[in-house]
């Protein structure tokens, strides 16, 4: 299925043509002026400017949102991402001048960024327009043709970006396949020069192993458990706000960089369970499946899965606040639990729905053991005022980003970039890394045919070697 009007199955002779046709258009060299790129960058922004109602009903079928939410994390993130290229793509498309040793004198040279090709890029369902988008920005802005494979779990948002990138765009250089395994299957068979992943390292997996076939780089952005570390010495209504902010308030917990469980010590714990029960019930009120401001769980697989996590007595008897489903609906609660087993599923993959298990230990040094002993996670948090226990975490905690006293806004921010490490991820975007992304920083050596030196000539004689 194209973004064109076709009854033909997208299969690998269809992906086939679709990458020759793109490659044809990059090696016109289309797509590498200025003009081009700030004009597919100001078409984006029309786009998602003009469309930002359809935009909001789509994401509205497929996940039941909150308008809120999604003009301020998507819509509000995609329009700056699209001013903060057309500011400085300029600057970031100049040759960096940088120095020479004496060995070549007299010389000069410089990194000169090129477009890589042809990319592909992979979306994820639960920010349908700003996964698909955002690095649909820094591929263009960076020079490059591209095709974007929106997630099939967000049908209405990956047919509305399918018809709109279809009218705004360059569609000789910029196209949108949607499908689900098979049509993401046949594409990763084709031959790419950059291929952008969002979604689950086990298909990350899968990517990457497509890739290596062809020796394609790629950029992996996955996810895993984020922790949150609260200390005992913050303003705990503060902390349990910004934790709610980034649990429950951006796609009730269905979000990569979303607090996946929190580590406290045993005498906090009950404290920062009863605020965030209060906080909680103020936000979204005594019944909160009823809850306007609560995205539900985007589909009846992703639903299974969560209640799989509770289905289990030593875990469910954990829940100290929530708990409720209601399947008809798809929509879960926020939920509390309070000491889960460490070895429970819970606690072995990432949760990505509104449960948030705590866990306690008895001094909070100990909490940097706990986290170094699974996977590295995308994002770390932690709450405390202590100037030296901040110190402490940034030097013994690896995850992709480190966010102290807040939740989940790092993401917006254009200069620090987003990715993971280890199994959260590999490469980075937002902003100027998103331009480093789809660019290859080629070394280029201007030297003199002035004052060739004869000493690296052979024959080699003695005296050469002493100099
Ligand atoms: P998903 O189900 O939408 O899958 C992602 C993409 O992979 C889709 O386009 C899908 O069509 C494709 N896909 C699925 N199975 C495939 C297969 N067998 N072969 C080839 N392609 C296949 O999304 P998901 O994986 O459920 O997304 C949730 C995960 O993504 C979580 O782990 C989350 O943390 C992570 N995530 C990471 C980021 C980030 O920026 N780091 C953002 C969002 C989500």
Redesign the pocket.
């Known amino acids: 299925m194209s973004s064109e009007v076709s009854t033909k199955v997208f299969d690998g002779e269809e992906a086939s043509l679709l990458v020759k046709d793109l490659r044809e258009s990059f090696g016109s060299g289309r797509t590498r002026s200025y003009e081009w790129r700030v004009s597919q960058v100001k078409a984006l922004q029309k786009m998602v400017v003009d469309n930002e109602q359809e935009i909001m009903d789509a994401i509205r079928a497929d996940l039941a949102r909150p308008p809120f939410e999604t003009v301020v994390y998507e819509i509000g993130i995609l329009k700056n991402s699209c001013e903060v290229a057309l500011k400085e793509l300029k600057q970031w498309m100049k040759p960096e001048k940088v120095k020479t040793p004496i060995a070549t004198f007299p010389s000069s040279a410089e990194i000169v960024p090129e477009p890589l090709g042809v990319a592909l890029i ?6 349908p327009f700003l ?1 698909s988008l955002d690095p649909v920005i820094g591929a263009i802005a960076a020079g490059n043709a591209v095709v974007l ?6 049908p209405a948002s990956s047919s509305l970006l399918a018809k709109l990138l279809g009218k705004f765009m360059d569609n000789s250089c910029i196209r949108v396949v949607e ?3 098979d ?3 046949a594409l ?1 068979q084709q031959k790419w020069d950059k291929i952008f ?7 990350g997996s ?2 990457m192993t497509a890739a290596a076939k062809h020796l394609t780089p790629v950029v992996l ?4 458990k984020s922790p949150v570390i609260v200390d005992s010495n913050i303003n705990l209504q503060v902390a349990a706000r910004r934790i709610i902010s980034g649990k429950w308030g951006t796609n009730n917990g269905q ?3 979303s607090p996946d469980y929190i580590i406290t010590t045993n005498d906090i714990a009950p404290k920062l369970v009863d605020t965030l029960k209060t906080e909680l019930e103020k936000f979204y009120g005594r019944n909160p499946l009823e809850s306007k401001d609560l995205a539900r769980i985007v589909s009846s697989n ?1 639903f299974a899965r969560l209640t799989k996590l509770l289905d289990n007595d030593k875990v469910s008897s954990k829940i100290v606040y929530g708990g409720e489903k209601d399947e008809s609906r798809l929509r879960i609660a926020p939920t509390i639990l309070l000491d889960v087993p460490r070895d429970s599923l819970i606690m072995s993959e ?1 949760i ?1 729905g509104p449960l948030l298990p705590i866990l306690t230990v008895k001094k909070l040094e100990e909490s940097f053991d706990v986290i170094n002993s699974g996977t590295k996670p ?1 994002v770390a948090y932690l709450f405390t005022t202590n100037k030296k226990f901040k110190e402490q975490f940034v030097m013994n905690v690896s995850a ?1 980003a480190l966010v102290v006293n807040d939740t989940v806004v790092h993401f917006g921010i254009h200069t620090l970039p ?3 490490v280890g199994e ?2 590999m490469g980075a975007y937002h902003g100027k890394f998103s331009f480093d992304a789809f660019s290859h920083k080629k070394a280029v050596l201007y030297r003199s045919v002035i004052g060739d030196f004869s000493i690296k000539y052979p024959p080699y004689t003695d005296t050469k070697l002493r100099v």
């Not at 494979?149 to 967000?154: A, D, F, L, N, Q």
């Not at 992943?197 to 298909?203: L, P, S």
Request: with cysteine.
């Open positions: 992979i979306s994820a369902w639960n920010y996964l494979k929106p997630s099939e779990i967000s499908g689900a395994v049509e993401t299957t990763l992943y969002t979604g689950n390292g086990r298909v899968i990517v952005e996955l996810g895993g979000v990569c960089v992703h990432e990505f995308l992709g987003f990715g993971g959260s991820g």
